[in-house]
């Protein structure tokens, strides 16, 4: 079977409770009779739209996508668990990068709303979205606001009728075939990080409009939007005027964490295809696993998926301990395992050699899965920030 031999051990380690072992097998079991079907067939990565549809409604039927809701809305857990979120992250992404980037954009396209949306704005979307009926965005990054948050310039102004949304939005995950989008924009409070507040904008109000389709090495739904004086029911407001910007913080302490769970994921697959590929490879007439240069790769390997996994599962046991901030776990997490893979996918490939950048092959996908993992939901640098900052605060 292809992915029989990623490491399970870290199931035992005791920041995971038996529940979370159950999920991560059954959900292993469910990738792999389910999704070849979806993702391996001929056009399946042409038509990434209509990929990602079926990926999300499969991911709604398997039951999966619970996890990315509250209970009370049909979820699994009162809160969402991020040891659940990793869990589900690492096991899809050792499968597929389309299954996990779906069940990913479930949670993150919600999550404002998990936290901070009115009951009847909950009621409305949540149970949807944990069904797969709905698809969710999360709509932050500005042309001119990506890592620096607090310079968003697109403005959310009070009428009578309701809230008025002006301006753009890119690198927008989901774009394009989102039935909703969770929009931080200016509302003027105070300058800064202080006068930004997020809404729910439905994909059909008149004057959001798809501007350009974006494509990216690892293709998926991409987009940049224009909000041309959108007309927003004041009910889609999320949380407090003028808390945007924590709201938006306090939804990226809860999935940069599971960022790194997708890294693990691929780093995982990575070592799997590289433990079989060099076992059966022959050079110098013996297997190319016997040269010394393989094996200390290999081990390098290892260790940085193991280190990555200690600080990721750490990460999600704390905040689900009930820690109010987990920015600096969170931070190290994404930042060690996004890195970390990227050059546990590169190793690998050297050792495919020219099957390894050849199209269709695993690795050469993994290479180009990789790679946004460190620029998204805070680049590695803004990581370092945090980290940073924090220490010279205390
Ligand atoms: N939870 C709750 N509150 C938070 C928070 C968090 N995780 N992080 C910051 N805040 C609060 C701060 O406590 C501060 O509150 P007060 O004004 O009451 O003191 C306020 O928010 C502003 O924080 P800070 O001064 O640290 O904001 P900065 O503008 O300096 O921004 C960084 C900090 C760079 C860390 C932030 O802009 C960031 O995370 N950027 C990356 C964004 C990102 O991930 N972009 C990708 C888009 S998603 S694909």
Redesign the pocket.
Known sequence: MAHSRADKTFLSWPFLNDHHRTLARELDNWALSTLPAITDTPGAHDDIDNTCRVLVRALGAGGWLRYAVPKAYGGVFDQLDVRSLCIIRETLARHSGLADFAFAMQGLGSGAISLAGSEEVKLAYLPLVAMGEKIAA?A??EPEA?????QIASTLEEKKSGYRLTGEKT?I?NGGIADFYCVFARTGEAP???GLSAVVVDADTSGLKVKERIEVIAPHPLARLKFDGCVVPKKNLLGTPGGG??L???T??IFRSTVGAAALGFARRALEEAVRHTSSRNLFGAPLADLPITQERLAEMALDIDASALLIYRAAWTKDSGAP?V?REAAMAKLYATDSAQTVIDKAVQMFGGMGVTKGVKVEELYREIRALRI????SE?QK??IA?QLLSE
Not at 146 to 150: I, K
Not at 376 to 379: L, P, Q, R, T, V
């Open positions: 999360f932050l990054t990506g890592s620096d948050v607090a690198y995950s800064g990080a202080r910007f924590k938006a913080m306090q990226l302490d901030r920015t998204y939901e805070g680049a803004v920030l945090v900052r």
